[in-house]
Each structure stands twice: as C-alpha cells, then as structure tokens.
C-alpha cells in the first residue's frame, strides 16, 4: 500500500469546553475519494479546517504529505486545491479572469503555460464558450464549476470540496459527479464532505460516518451497508399508529423503525411482507435496497439537527 497522504493520530479539538472533534484516527490514501459524513455538528468542517492548518488541533498528530500540521501548513497549502461550500467568485471579472486572478495567489508566472492551462480548465468544466462573461452572469452549475475549475489552477495532488452539490439542480450534479471522477481516475486525491449519501455512494472509495466529534464507523459504501443494515427495506407512508401496531404484530423477520406517520421495514427477505402489504390495499409503501442514508440515520439518529 502507497504512503497516506493524510494521516491522522488521535486529532482533538477544543473550543473551551466543547470537543469538536474527539480523539479521531484516519488514513488517506492517494488517488482515492474520501468521504467525511455526518450531521451538523459532528466535526467535519472542523476537521477539514485543521487539516487547511486554518484551525490548531488541540492535541493529536496530523500529516499531510508526511509533513506535519501546523509547521508546514503553508508548504502544504500550496499543494491542495480547495472548493468552498459556498461559492466566493469574484463578480468584478470574468471567469478567465477569475482563474488568473487566483493563479497569481500561487505565484504563478503569467505565461503561456497558465494560459494553456486556463483554457484546459475552462474546457473542463464546459466553461470555454463563457470564457469572457462575468461570474454574476452564471448559473448555479456553472458556478460550481468554475469554482472547482480555480481550485486545479495550481495543478494539486489533493482537492478538499466541501459539500460541492448542495443547492444544484440533478443534471448539474451529475455533470459535476463526473468531473470529479475524472479527477480521481488521473490520480488526483478528493476529500469529500456531503449531505448527499447517493453522492457519497457514487464518488467515495471509503468514508467515515462521524458525530459529535467522534468517528462511529470507516469503510467503503458498500462494506458500510453490509455492516450495518439488512438489504432491502420497505417504506411505508401514511401510517397511523393503530395500523403501525398491526404491521408490529404481523409482519416477522423484519426490523422495524418509524418516524412520524412513515414506516422502514429492513429484512433480509421481503417476499413475504410484500405479499402482505399488496393484500393491504390502503398502504402506500416502496421497496428498494438498502443504502448509505439507512446506514447513516441508523448511526447518527432520525432526530433533527439544527
């Protein structure tokens, strides 16, 4: 196995009294997407922020190209490419111009070469027809795209992306989707935080599931599913809790789990349930395999985080 490109050892933070981020270890390895998952507030911008060298840890050991963290954050910076949770283009200029602008944040010479490089960006993210248009004249997607486009100016050997599709419409997510497996499939590594689990599944080699602070599970999608939740579920809407109480009595060899008038029913074998629930002609329900979402809830909780 490859050297990690990130390493971490017992990585622990602290805003006074509160642990943000809880004795956590974690390897990455190079040209592979991983994936930080988790709700709100369970450490993950933290993380990212220590590993940006913009947040001390308070404790722990962190290496990033086998340097250390905070000695050589700005060596290391030099090398990491990052796109925001929100977009921070600048309205001023163009999009070319924007590239350039940021180009210069890395000492870049103005030459032919970062021309060329610009317009193989620009060609990258499908942006090259818009080469001259104002950033406040794009769509979301596009947006999107040129901010992922600015964070490769400096051609680096890790991109950390921070929630890269929330708020885009499914076409612009999946244009985005494979831009960023092109990355990844030229060697490039991705750190990946979300709220999409069909994004986590769909990019991610390996995740953590993280929540308050600590991490509850590592491994690819698929091991993650195996692990944690039987294969396939049945979901139920409309459910009262007289009829809740009925669907407990009668249906076997199926946990169940509910939340407000929706029911899941997770088996390993859903025939028989099926028949009953097609018998049940008042329920609506959906049957699909399980997925990361289902691992995630049972993990983390159904309850809403603010």
């Not at 911008?45 to 404790?59: F, H, N, P, V, Y």
């Not at 929630?163 to 990844?184: M, Y």
């Not at 308050?212 to 294969?231: A, F, N, Y």
Request: glycine letters at 6%; proline letters at 5%; one cysteine or more.
């Amino acid at each position: 196995m490859p050297d990690p490109i990130i390493s971490a050892h017992a990585l622990t933070k602290h805003y006074g009294d509160y642990v943000a981020v809880d004795n956590i270890d974690f390897n990455i390895s190079p040209g592979r997407c991983f994936g930080f998952l988790g709700p709100n507030g369970a450490g993950k911008t933290t993380t990212l922020q220590i590993i940006l060298g913009l947040a001390q840890l308070s404790s722990g050991e962190l290496k990033v190209f086998d340097l250390p963290i905070p000695e050589k954050a700005r060596e290391i910076r030099a090398r990491i490419g990052v796109v925001p949770q929100a977009d921070n283009l600048d309205p001023d200029f163009t999009i070319a111009e924007n590239l350039s602008i940021y180009a210069s944040y890395f000492r870049l010479a103005q030459d032919q070469a970062l021309t060329d490089r610009i317009d193989h960006l620009l060609e990258f993210a499908s942006l090259s027809e818009r080469r001259n248009a104002k950033t406040e004249t794009l769509s979301g997607g596009m947006k999107r795209r040129l901010t992922i486009a600015r964070a490769l100016i400096n051609d680096p050997e890790l991109v950390i992306l921070d929630e890269p599709t929330t708020g885009l419409d499914p076409q612009a997510r999946h244009v985005i989707w494979g831009r960023l497996n092109e990355l990844r499939d030229k060697g490039t590594t991705l750190l990946l935080t979300t709220h999409y689990m069909e994004e986590a599944e769909r990019l991610c080699d390996e995740l953590v599931i993280m929540d308050k602070g600590k991490i509850l599970d590592q491994g690819s999608p698929t091991e993650l599913i195996k692990r944690h939740v039987e294969p396939e579920v049945i979901e139920l809407r409309g459910v009262d809790e007289a009829t809740l109480n009925t669907i407990r009595a009668r249906v076997c060899d199926c946990r169940i789990e509910n939340l407000g008038n929706s029911v899941y029913c997770y088996t390993h074998d859903a025939a028989a349930q099926l028949n009953y629930f097609h018998n049940e002609h008042q329920l609506t329900f959906m049957h699909r395999p399980a997925g990361l979402e289902d691992v995630f809830l049972k993990l983390t909780g159904r309850e809403l985080r603010d």
